[in-house]
């Protein structure tokens, strides 16, 4: 009988105290939770150092913690400001401590803002570049020396369908999600050679905190032209997230968008 080898593999999500990243860090620890996994292209099955990041609700972030490690998964959650530099620097070098180098690359914190452009002031906006756009290019600058030097790497970046279309009353979101597209597209030509595959999910409509800010009537009124008929889960982004993690090696500088037909 053929052994399986156990490879340990470091994932880190930024903004996974609940939405996307929380269900995205649950997919991960099932599968190193999991007695039996799917091989890998090497034949061997990885198993997972999860990360957790946010920079808001400590609490929320420590339950999902807790459920991460009911499953036997070694997890470090860590409370800071993706968009500020020298906490990212920070966490890295923490995260070195205890787990060793960044494998896989999760860039989820964001945040937004609905009203008219001239509605808003130059600290509002400068404080969505920064939580949107800049907590991304923190993020891989740190994590991508390591993967360059191991010759492996993946970097997926959570967008929106806005980063590719715009949206009226969120002028600011639409310019830092289309940052973050381009940023994709670019990043993965340079670390191509490198063996690093990078790339971003636009995200549509999806059931989580940041879209409750929506009436009922709102909700629906975009349920309407979503020809899925519903909004999107985040364990249906998580999935996503799960197989850019663990396959697709030729797949890299793509904006894959993931809405329901919606746009």
């Not at 490690?69 to 070098?93: H, I, K, Q």
């Not at 949107?132 to 010759?151: F, K, Q, T, W």
């Not at 806005?162 to 940052?179: I, L, N, Q, T």
């Not at 519903?230 to 997230?241: D, N, S, T």
Request: proline share 3%; charged share 15%.
């Amino acid at each position: 009988m053929s052994t399986i080898e156990n490879t340990k593999k470091t994932v880190l999500i930024t903004g996974s105290s609940r939405g996307i990243g929380q269900a995205a860090a649950l997919r991960f620890a099932r599968d190193a939770g999991q007695t039996h996994s799917v091989k890998n292209s090497a034949g061997a099955r990885p198993q997972w150092n999860i990360v957790i990041n946010s920079s808001h609700s400590p609490e929320a972030l420590e339950d999902t913690a807790s459920q991460i490690r009911a499953l036997n998964v070694p997890c470090l959650a860590l409370t800071g400001d993706v968009g500020n530099y020298n906490f990212c620097a920070s966490m890295f070098e923490e995260i070195r401590k205890n787990f060793g180098d960044v494998d896989v690359l999760v860039n989820n914190a964001g945040a937004a803002h609905i009203g008219l452009f001239t509605d808003m002031n130059p600290d509002q906006w400068k404080r969505l570049l920064q939580t949107d756009l800049l907590s991304v290019l923190n993020c891989c600058h740190l994590a991508i020396p390591a993967m360059v030097r191991r010759h492996q790497g993946k970097i997926i970046n959570i967008s929106s369908v806005w980063g590719s279309v715009g949206a009226s009353c969120e002028a600011v979101y639409s310019a830092a999600k289309g940052g973050v597209n381009a940023f994709t597209k670019a990043l993965a030509k340079e670390l191509g050679p490198s063996s690093i595959q990078v790339n971003a999910i636009a995200c549509g409509l999806i059931q989580t905190h940041m879209n409750s800010t929506l009436s009922p009537k709102e909700q629906q009124d975009i349920i309407d032209e979503i020809p899925a008929c519903r909004m999107g889960r985040p364990e249906e982004v998580a999935e996503l997230i799960f197989a850019l993690a663990t396959g697709h090696d030729y797949l890299t500088g793509q904006i894959i968008t993931l809405d329901g037909g919606w746009i």
